[in-house]
């Protein structure tokens, strides 16, 4: 049984920062892709960043020079560091893999970007 759990959400202003982590309970989890993806009210939810066991990284370009994903193998644990967020980062921001032919996500976490 794959579970991820998120945190770290929460309300910032523009240009704020915060630090998203998931936490993985998987058997296996240095030599997993991981990913956090955002959902926007409306929006279909978008790839916002991947990392994977050889800690090969990609971003999308919105959010390229802002955001770092980072991966710590001995706690299974991954991290979204956001910086410099504009109101268009507002998003419920999932954390994913895919193990064993299935795709797994955690509940999400909220990140709202406003004054």
């Known amino acids: 049984q794959v579970q991820l759990v998120e945190s770290g959400g929460g309300l910032v202003q523009p240009g704020g920062s915060l630090r998203l982590s998931c936490a993985a309970s998987?058997?296996?989890?240095?030599?997993?892709?991981m990913a956090w993806y955002r959902q926007a009210p409306g929006k279909q939810r978008e790839l916002v960043a991947a990392i994977s066991g050889g800690l090969s990284t990609n971003y999308a370009d919105s959010v390229k020079g802002r955001f770092t994903i980072s991966r710590d193998n001995a706690k299974k644990m991954v991290y979204l560091q956001m910086n410099s967020l504009k109101p268009e980062d507002t998003a419920v921001y999932y954390c994913?893999?895919?193990?064993?032919?299935?795709?797994?996500w955690g509940q999400g976490t909220q990140v709202t970007v406003s004054y």
């Open positions: 994913s893999v895919r193990t064993g032919g299935e795709g797994y």
């Open positions: 998987i058997g296996i989890f240095s030599s997993n892709t």
